[in-house]
């Protein structure tokens, strides 16, 4: 009821909101007539809601501070097992610097002593020598003495000879030198300085790590780099001016690489190095003393390879050995044998690898466009006619048969996977179709997206595709389910930039060959896409490249009629 007087019989039925007090009706009309009211159950609930938002805002709040508080605990028990780890650490160190000092006190000690003995004896040999001369002396002259004292003349007569002759002896005789011991020094090169201290730094080691370059590119003589990368516990990178960065690189005979390191200031450390031989090398890298997260690691340091060029062979004709327009050029992996695709004398020619004429096949009937060898050693051929088809023959030259290929429009080159399957591209719809082994079943098919040009030659390696795109002057890369990766090179005459790419390898050390045809050289790349190296022709124009099984590279002239023989300078 209210409170005021003359209203204590009125019940508190309305809430001033400006005066935030319970009224009743009576006071809405005499002392709150122009404030803002409202029924007391309605700003009763309205806030009990607020008052409910607060508990619940509180609730939180709590709940965040208790996982604030659980946070802290636990970096403080971790920090004090840190620290209780680390002093574990000093007092180990100390302990096994004094049981070195120790060991140190005991090999001196037993030196000393070795010194000690032997100088020792030296001296005891030179005291017996002179006492065993003055005994002798002493003897001499006493019997002399005796008889002079006697005074009998036959016994000094007879006497006389013998005893100046052994006196003249005892004098004349080398006297022994007296044996001067060398002087022994303890003598202390060095100070012993305590190279440890204690520091606290914001780094943890545990989120450390290192952005190392792939091992497929490391190679010897060629400077390379790593760069470590220093991180707080939150994981943001972070510079402390004393941490301390320690790299250590061995050799396969455990010689240790001399590194620099370059402090950025900024929470990265560029580690340069050149290894000087191929072979693994060992990369342990130390941050404060605690080893980086996954360090140890393994390099492979690869060694430096060029091709050189041997010789040439071929010019244009009919007769063997003689070509009219190279089409294609294959080796065979199981012989070493030589297949070329004389596409203007539609026919096959079969030469070694020295460039000696084998045999031909003949294909008079039809437009030979793309030769590859399989597994087996049989030849298959990509020929046009009416219907397209492949042709299978044996290294002997001998028809196995022939397979319809209905699954392309206007294919315009062959290569064969190392599981057998057969990938032909096909100019009519731009895509790269792989086939079956028996060449019956489309397996895959796939394009470049958003590209209108035609694929005119793939190879596939280590589950990528590798796409020449002549009228787009790229290579194009695809995973082995055909999904687009990238582009390598683009337009232009620069170092890793084409004009019209027309053959594909990948050699024996995982690099990619491109015949660059219009800028007459081959360009070299790692498998990562990264620019290795070139070879220029001043009047070649290479055209299609096959690589054999001891590194020799076979690259075509189109115009030249001829093929170009380089050796793996590591053969000669």
């Keep these: ?24 009706h009576k006071c809405t009309v005499v002392s ?50 840190e620290i209780m780890n680390e002093e574990k650490k000093m007092t180990d160190t100390v302990e096994n610097l004094i049981l070195d000092l120790r060991e140190h006190e005991k090999k001196m000690k037993d030196k000393f002593r070795e010194i000690y003995e032997a100088q020792q004896k030296h001296h005891a040999t030179r005291l017996e020598n002179f006492e065993l001369v003055r005994t002798q002396l002493k003897s001499c002259l006493e019997r002399g003495k005796s008889i002079v004292e006697r005074n009998f003349s036959a016994e000094i007569l007879q006497a006389n000879h013998a005893i100046l002759g052994r006196c003249n002896e005892l004098l004349n005789a080398k006297k022994p030198d007296l044996y001067k011991s060398p002087h022994s020094y303890y003598l202390v090169e060095k100070k012993l300085d305590i190279l440890d201290r204690v520091f606290v730094t914001k780094t943890d080691t545990s989120k450390c790590f290192a952005e190392h370059q792939d091992s497929e590119e490391i190679e010897e003589r060629k400077e390379t780099y790593f760069v470590i990368v220093t991180k707080d516990s939150e994981g943001l990178q972070c510079y402390q001016q004393d941490d301390k960065i320690d790299v250590d690189i061995l050799t396969s005979e455990g010689d240790q690489l001399r590194t620099d390191i370059e402090d950025t200031k900024d929470g990265k450390y560029i580690v340069t190095y050149t290894p000087q031989c191929a072979g ?31 010789f040439q062979f071929g010019s244009f004709g009919e007769g063997p050995g003689e070509f009219d327009g190279i089409y294609d050029i294959d080796v065979s992996d199981k012989t070493g044998t030589i297949a070329v695709a004389d596409g203007g004398n539609k026919r096959i020619q079969l030469l070694s690898c020295e460039g000696n004429f084998r045999r031909e096949i003949r294909l ?19 020929v046009l006619k009416s219907d397209k088809e492949l042709r299978l023959f044996s290294e002997e030259g001998q028809f196995i048969k022939r397979m319809n290929d209905k699954h392309t429009a206007d294919p315009c080159h062959l ?9 032909i591209t096909d100019l009519a719809d731009d895509k790269i179709k792989v086939l079956s082994p028996d060449g019956n079943e489309l397996l895959q098919s796939f394009s470049a997206p958003d590209c209108d040009e035609s694929p005119t030659c793939t190879i596939y390696h280590q589950d990528i595709f590798f796409v020449g795109y002549t009228d787009a002057h790229c290579v194009k890369v695809f995973d082995k389910t055909g999904v687009y990766l990238h582009n390598i090179g683009c337009w232009g005459s620069n170092d890793g930039q084409f004009k019209s790419p027309t053959g594909l390898v990948i050699d024996k050390y995982n690099r990619l060959i491109v015949c660059d045809i219009q800028n007459r050289r081959l360009q070299l790349f790692t498998l990562g896409a990264k620019f290795y190296g070139k070879k220029c022709f001043e009047n070649g124009s290479p055209h299609s490249v096959a690589i054999n099984n001891d590194g020799s590279l076979f690259v075509t002239d189109i115009f030249k009629h001829c093929i170009y023989v380089f050796r793996d300078d590591r053969r000669l």
């Excluded at 409910?52 to 501070?65: C, F, L, P, Q």
């Excluded at 060992?282 to 041997?310: C, D, K, M």
Aim: aromatic residues 6%.
């Design 1 to 24: 009821m209210c409170s005021q007087q003359y209203h204590e019989d009125q019940p508190l039925e309305f809430y001033c909101e400006d005066c935030k007090v319970l009224i009743c």
């Design 415 to 423: 290569s064969i996977a190392s599981d057998g399957r057969i990938i």
């Design 364 to 382: 008079d009937d039809v437009e030979l466009y793309s030769v590859a060898f399989t597994d087996s050693g049989d030849l298959l051929t990509l």
């Design 280 to 310: 693994q090398h060992r990369v342990e890298i130390l941050v404060n003393g605690q080893p980086l997260t996954g360090s140890p690691w393994i390099v492979q340091v690869h060694h430096h390879h060029q091709y050189q060029f041997a």
């Design 32 to 81: 709150h007539n122009r404030h803002t009211t409202t029924d007391t159950q309605k700003a009763a609930q309205e806030q009990k809601m607020q008052i409910a938002d607060a508990v619940a805002k509180g609730k939180a709040e709590i709940i965040r501070y208790e996982n604030e508080i659980k946070k802290q605990t636990e970096l403080k028990n971790k920090n004090k097992i």
